[in-house]
Antibody, heavy 124, light 108 residues
């Protein structure tokens, strides 16, 4: 049974970098049959997919156009976790952040399971 | 692709039938549509995928149907634990992926 455990600071100052990590148990971050996603939720934007990383003989990442210039998602195989970095945050980046496992192939965008949410507030 | 869910809020009593709609702005091929349930303070949970296949452990009072641009989630007899927000989502092999805005099923 795959379980995801996100962690990271709940408060980030404007213009700084938001950094979160998602620890994986029950699966490998290097699996060829899945991908590792970050999704956020806010009242103004609803559920918003941010990006993913996955391994298919080498590492790949995809990002949402809305954050592409500011986001990096990568994996650490030694710790079996993946991380999110969002640079130059503004108040609009205040949201609950989730990590989630995506499947592969045509099911790549199907998310199951999800980690619990982390509320990240951007405030000075 | 934009997903529009209706109604925004559904007020029903336990034991009643809930019918939630999700309409896509363009045809969804292969019926690659999922439904998620979200309870307060919790992450979304996958209920239905491929429009009508229940995820592991989901009770059979939940069913999905539809194709093309119109999809429906039906809860045949609402249990107290079913009062939550439900989201639809189109998925495939090509990001980005988007969610509907949600339908809240509340106790009448």
């Amino acid at each position: 049974q795959v379980q995801l455990q996100p962690s990271g600071p709940g408060l980030v100052k404007p213009s700084q970098t938001l950094s979160l990590t998602c620890a994986i148990s029950g699966d490998s971050v290097s699996t060829h049959r899945g991908a590792w996603n970050w999704i956020r939720q806010s009242p103004s934007r609803g559920l918003e997919w941010l990006g993913r990383t996955f391994y298919r003989s080498k590492w790949y990442s995809d990002y949402a156009p809305s954050v592409k210039s500011r986001v990096t998602i990568n994996a650490d195989t030694s710790k079996n976790h993946f991380s999110l970095q969002l640079n130059s945050v503004t108040l609009e980046d205040t949201a609950v952040y989730y990590c989630a496992r995506g499947d592969y192939g045509m099911n790549a965008g199907r998310f199951d399971p999800w980690g619990h949410g982390i509320l990240v507030t951007v405030s000075s | 692709l934009v997903l529009t869910q209706s109604p925004g809020t559904l007020s029903l009593s336990p034991g009643e039938r809930a019918t939630l709609s999700c309409r896509a702005s363009q045809t969804i091929s292969g019926r690659y549509l999922a439904w998620y349930q979200q309870k307060p303070g919790q992450a979304p949970r996958l209920l239905i995928y491929e429009a009508s296949t229940r995820a592991t452990g989901i009770p059979d009072r939940f069913s999905g149907s539809g194709s093309g641009t119109d999809f429906t989630l039906t809860i045949t007899r609402l249990e107290p634990e079913d009062f939550a927000v439900y989201y639809c989502q189109h998925y495939d092999d090509s990001p980005p992926w988007t969610f509907g805005q949600g339908t809240k099923v509340e106790i009448k």
